[in-house]
């Protein structure tokens, strides 16, 4: 069987200026991966073009999942297919309840899949369990997709849209940052829930905090592009003790 | 995202049809004469034929307004056809006998004419060419004492009713459209609701414009008594033609004293094409009367058709603790052009008015919110608040807001929010990453847009609005 | 009546024609042709519709004559206490150098406008020509036919100017009937920084005369500039302004309009948004009781990408005072990423007093972020309540409430001197509206 994901050789830039320069990655079935790296070094970008969005451009490599070129094929097929982003900065949809939103990207789901459109009343049934997972009550349904929550309220309803959706695939953007303990714990504790022998999670972060709660199999570390170092779980010690800059030779700009 | 909105293409409009019948249709051209065989042909009252006489002779006073903020080529009113009907006419009493083209062309606009299949709990007045072919479940509302007829049919059965409240919200001297309409109107719809009487279902008049070259011009007069209540949905659909045509409505609401009226409307008239080639020229004045204590009158409108629309829909808030309110979305696509917004004028003491816009831009649509809150001296303890959110989908269309507040109470708080957003590439990333097409996603945020709008509409209707959204739209966003 | 100017124009021309440069002559020329073209403007003119200006138009000024003397003494009043500022002193119309200081500051360049015009300047012609084409208002093109005197100020690149210049215009007791037509113009160079402060101020309470201004200011790139406008006519006397300003790349202006005089006072601010990162704050504080009518308009022009306006318009109404304001926010289609926030808010505080008010927007770009918000009403009554709850009398609460209403605007002047006294000058306002309040009961 094919990997999960398999990254060749990506290049990927934003208007003139390159970003990826050549990146190599393999992601199995039941294995999580985290990537880490200083700002600025396309970690962002990296899960964003693998989820194909249209501010970047890829020039160059190649990006499978499941055994398929997915680097012509648009964002929603790519979804439909299995890729789930949670979104570093999760965006605000005003008027549009959190209820309405979900069940429609759960019947595109269903329906890439040749599945029925489940209706709303069944889909309440499913929703209530999912929310449990993440510490909500029915309440949140009501309110619009994020508009007005606070962060670490935005970062839940990633892991409540994930839980919902099931992804192949998730890639977990920065989802510890502006979180309070609190909120780390039940993001961590729904990411762990939902890991199955079948999927497979990329964990992009900058520090080391999130790995205590969601242990990593892989730790890669990305610098100006490229993947500069790849290690088990205790590269992550490692450079939560002595920085980036013993990689990258150059010190971290704050 | 700019650069899809360049081919802004596949604006398709079903409804576009032209429907082949054989009209009585008078010479174009408008003097008294004109007036007098219109109302002659209609068998009207010498009250009425005065009265039209009298509106003909202020309208020649009047000019043309040109204060909206609206272009278009001069309008030839001497080479308009001023009255049009089907030449089979139904006769009244009996839907059975409408034209079977007619009927065909009502069911393939999704408005059958006949009880047993129609939307149940709605009944409707059709008027085809400015002229009523046909009005469901008359007997059932006439059982509850609800007048629900043609307006023409109203002047013959019931002319006490209009010679009292014609014109008494909308004068014929009110403006150069109003006093035009008040001369040569041909038909339209009348709603009287007794005292205390709920009406049990929605009326709604499904208007059509089927000939070439003619102006329309309805009316429709909504009377509810003390404690009664109604609403009333409008429809509007014409054919695809190279040329402009001319509508110019009048609509009058009055409220007594406890009333409640709410007005809907979804106006799909044709847009003209992508160029801004033909399509209907909307101007309507509609207004309503809060006449007695507690009455309340509520506008929601969707307005995705039309080349050009320029309507406020307005309420006098007479009474005393009366309520106005205005709910509405406007799109303009392509060349559209809306100037569109209410009037509230606060009279009574307590008085309380709503008014939620939300302008939707997108193509090289130019859309204006006009508004106008007017609170008197003695209107004390009045309220207002007015929210206005424009959306502009690409970089070569326009939005403005021109809302008027004029105060003359200190006890009066009148507030007034205005924003401005566009559909977020962020936003629609998002929702394609949940598995949503761009389609989907933008009519999604578009919705959720004008929801505040949508729930204030009968939910069949709301259905159809946010249909019609989605279409309108279509092909503006890649 | 507009024959009325029109002749005073030939009886000028023909006065001063021959010590005027030529070219000032033709502006002049030019001017009064616009005027006589344009008239009054009326009622059914869309940016005079609430502003009803005939006992103003219908009077016939004439122009101001030789000035009763005015001392140092009478002007302390107005100086904020700060007699060593810099300051240009016009006095019913004509530069008093006497009352003037103008010491010598690197960079600064100021002299009043006829000395100028009579000195030959080499940027004048073109910078007064620009500035003319640009006025929109007949009472601007009425100014640049008139206006005899006025201000001058150029500041250089680089330049920094630690105090303000206040630049004062004096109307003397006994000037009934009278106009002025005073003309400034300020261009400030790349990144150099001024304070500004313009006052207009009638020493006799009852006088009944008319000051018609025009002023333009221009921001170089990256320049800085607060500018507050002080505007304390008699109450008897009209007041009609124009403040142009133009900005380039990166500058930033902020502006504080505050008005109490006038029996009809009206200020047109148009700022225009030249340079992406330009940045322009719109303050405004206003005053009505009696009949006075205090109309503000005010324009922003977004012309181009990157920019940010920010308003924010008081007033506080009484008696059968009626306020004006229409605020206009105009973006371009190449002013992407605009950031433009309107807010005007006004209090009624009598039940004759009016206001109309019309913030407007026009948008032709799709990527900015707008809004506008009005509020008319009266105090918040929970507020007033709570104040009352803590024994504080009701009357004084309303005065607390009306003055933290005001304050909220106040507190954006950052010269401490010129706050202080226009906070004290808004309680006498306050208190005195108290009393006759009292008395009338």
Redesign the interface.
């Known amino acids: 069987m094919a990997p999960l994901l398999e990254i060749i050789d990506l290049r990927a830039s934003v208007g003139d200026k390159p970003i990826l320069k050549g990146v190599d990655l393999v992601v199995n079935r039941g294995e999580v991966h985290a990537i880490m790296g200083p700002n600025g070094s396309g970690k962002s970008t990296l899960v964003q073009a693998i989820?194909?969005?249209?501010?970047y451009t890829i020039t160059g490599g190649s990006i499978r999942f499941d055994g398929v070129d997915i680097g012509e094929i648009?964002?929603?097929e790519?979804?439909?297919a299995g890729i789930?982003?949670a979104?570093q900065y999760?965006?605000?949809?005003?008027?549009?309840t959190n209820a309405?939103?979900l069940r429609?990207?759960y019947n595109?789901?269903r329906k890439?899949r040749g599945l029925e459109e489940m209706d709303p009343i069944d889909f309440i049934d499913l929703l209530e369990e999912k929310l449990k997972l993440v510490e909500w009550g029915p309440e949140i349904m009501r309110r619009?997709v994020n508009a007005g929550f606070s962060g670490g309220e935005k970062k839940r309803n990633e892991i409540l849209?994930m839980a919902v959706?099931e992804p192949k695939l998730a890639l977990l953007d920065e989802t510890d940052s502006g979180l309070d303990i609190d909120a780390l714990r039940i993001v961590a504790k729904g990411v762990n829930a939902l890991k199955r022998p079948d999927n497979a999670y990329v964990v992009v972060t900058h520090y080391q905090r999130l790995l205590d709660h969601i242990i990593p199999d892989i730790v890669h570390v990305l610098a100006d592009g490229q993947l500069i170092k790849t290690g088990g779980k205790e590269l992550a010690f490692e450079l939560e003790a002595r920085g980036y800059e013993w990689l990258t030779g150059t010190p971290e700009r704050v | 995202m700019t650069e899809s909105v360049e081919s802004l293409v596949n604006r398709d409009y079903k409804w576009g049809f032209v429907t082949d019948i054989e009209a009585d249709q008078i010479p174009a051209g408008l003097d008294e004469d004109v007036v007098r065989l219109i109302s002659a042909k209609k068998g009207e009252p010498p009250f009425l034929l005065e009265w039209r006489l009298k509106a003909y002779r202020g309208w020649l006073k009047m000019t043309e307004p040109h204060w909206a903020n609206i272009k278009y080529s001069p309008i030839d009113y001497q080479g308009m056809v001023y009255y049009a009907a089907p030449r089979t006419k139904a006769p009244l009493g009996s839907l059975d006998d409408v034209d079977p083209k007619i009927r065909e062309t009502y069911d393939k606009l999704g408005i059958p004419l006949t009880e047993q299949k129609i939307l149940s709990g709605v009944a409707v007045d059709a008027v085809f060419d400015s002229v009523s072919v046909g009005t469901t479940y008359r007997r059932q509302l006439g059982e509850m004492g609800i007048i629900f007829c043609s307006f023409s049919e109203a002047v013959r059965e019931y002319p006490d009713l209009i010679q009292r409240y014609l014109g008494s919200v909308v004068p014929a001297s009110d403006n150069f459209f109003a006093a035009l309409n008040s001369a040569v109107f041909s038909d339209g719809s009348f709603v009287y609701v007794p005292k205390g009487v709920r009406c049990p279902m929605d009326l709604s008049t499904y208007f059509r414009i089927n000939a070439q070259n003619t102006g329309q011009f309805e009316r429709t007069l909504i009377v509810a008594d003390e404690g009664s209540y109604v609403s009333y949905l409008e429809g509007c659909t014409a054919p695809k033609r190279d040329e402009n045509q001319l509508h110019a409505a009048v609509v009058e609401l009055v409220a007594m004293a406890g009333a409640t009226i709410k007005y809907s409307t979804v106006q799909n008239w044709y847009a003209g094409d992508e160029d801004g080639k033909g399509g209907i020229y909307n101007f309507v004045t509609k207004r309503g009367k809060c006449a007695g204590a507690g009455a309340k009158i509520s506008w929601t409108q969707v307005e995705t058709g039309s080349a050009i629309t320029w309507k406020y829909p307005s309420v006098i808030l007479q009474g005393d603790n009366s309520i106005g309110e205005f709910y509405s979305v406007a799109v303009t696509n392509a060349c559209q052009q809306a100037d569109t917004g209410t009037k509230m004028i606060h009279i009574g003491r307590n008085t309380k008015s709503t008014v939620v816009s939300k302008g939707i831009s997108a193509g090289r649509g130019q859309n204006s919110y006009r508004g106008q809150v007017k609170v008197m001296p003695r209107a004390d303890g009045a309220r207002n608040y007015t929210q206005c959110d424009s959306m502009l989908i690409g970089n070569r269309c326009g939005a403005h807001t021109f809302p008027y507040i004029d105060v003359q109470n200190r006890t009066a708080a009148v507030e007034h929010e205005a924003s401005t957003s566009k559909i977020?590439?962020?936003?629609i990333?998002?929702?394609?990453?949940?598995?949503?097409?761009?389609e989907?996603a933008i009519s999604?945020?578009v919705?959720?847009?004008?929801?505040?709008v949508f729930r204030e509409l009968p939910m069949e209707f709301a259905v159809e609005a946010q249909k019609l959204l989605g279409i309108s739209l279509e092909g503006s966003v890649g | 009546m507009i024959e009325h100017y029109l002749r005073e124009y030939e009886v000028a021309a023909a006065d001063g024609g021959a010590t005027a440069p030529g070219w000032f002559r033709s502006l002049q020329a030019d001017a009064i042709e616009l005027f006589r073209a344009s008239g009054f403007p009326g009622p059914k003119d869309e940016e005079w519709r609430f502003t009803p200006i005939a006992p103003l138009v219908r009077a016939t000024f004439r122009p101001a004559g030789s000035a009763t003397p005015v001392g140092l003494t009478d002007l302390e009043p107005f100086l904020f206490g700060r007699l060593d500022w810099p300051r240009l002193v016009l006095v019913d119309g004509r530069f008093s150098p006497e009352l003037s200081q103008l010491p010598s500051i690197a960079g600064l360049a100021i002299a009043n406008l006829a000395s100028v015009v009579k000195s030959g300047d080499g940027d004048l012609a073109s910078d007064l020509a620009e500035a003319s084409g640009r006025t929109v208002t007949p009472f601007a093109s009425l100014n640049a036919a008139l206006g005899m005197d006025g201000t001058v100020l150029r500041l250089a690149s680089d330049s920094v100017m630690e105090e303000p210049v206040h630049l004062v215009h004096v109307t003397t007791p006994g000037s009934d009937g009278t106009v002025t037509h005073p003309r400034l113009l300020v261009v400030i160079g790349e990144r150099a920084r001024a304070q500004v402060i313009e006052s207009y101020v009638g020493l006799g309470s009852e006088g009944c005369y008319w000051t018609n201004v025009v002023c333009d200011v221009r921001l170089s790139r990256g320049a800085w500039v607060e500018h507050t406008r002080i505007q304390r006519e008699s109450e008897s006397a009209y007041h009609t302004g124009v403040t142009e300003i133009r900005q380039e790349a990166d500058s930033h202006y902020r502006s504080f309009s505050f008005a109490i005089g006038g029996a009809i006072a009206r200020h047109d601010l148009r700022s225009r948004l030249g340079g992406s990162g330009a940045e322009a704050l719109l303050y405004g504080l206003y005053f009505g009781r009696g009949d006075q009518l205090v109309d503000n308009h005010t324009t922003i022009f977004h012309d181009q990408p990157d920019c940010r306006s920010w308003e924010v318009y008081k007033g506080i109404l009484t008696d059968r005072a009626h306020g004006v304001f229409n605020g206009k926010i105009i973006v371009q289609p190449i002013a992407q990423k605009t950031d433009a926030k309107q807010t005007n808010r006004a209090l009624l505080l009598s039940d004759t007093a009016k206001i109309d008010t019309k913030p407007q927007l026009e948008i032709f770009a799709d990527d900015v972020k707008c809004t506008h918000g009005a509020t008319v009403g009266n105090l918040d009554p929970l507020a007033r309540f709570y104040l009352t709850s803590r024994g504080i009398p009701d009357r004084v609460a309303g005065e607390l409430l009306t003055y933290a209403f005001a304050a909220e605007v106040l507190n954006e002047i950052s010269a401490e001197p010129v706050r202080t006294v226009l906070d004290r000058l808004i309680h006498g306002r306050l208190a005195s509206d108290r009393l006759e309040a009292h008395d009338a009961r």
Do not use: W
Request: charge should be negative; charged fraction near 20%; aromatic fraction near 12%.
């Open positions: 989820s194909g969005h249209p501010a648009p964002p929603e790519r979804a439909q789930f982003l979104f999760p965006v605000e949809i005003p008027g549009v309405y939103f429609a990207a595109e789901m890439a619009a849209q959706l | 977020g590439e962020d936003q990333f998002y929702l394609k990453q949940r598995g949503l097409n761009t989907n999604m945020i919705n959720g847009f004008c929801k505040e």
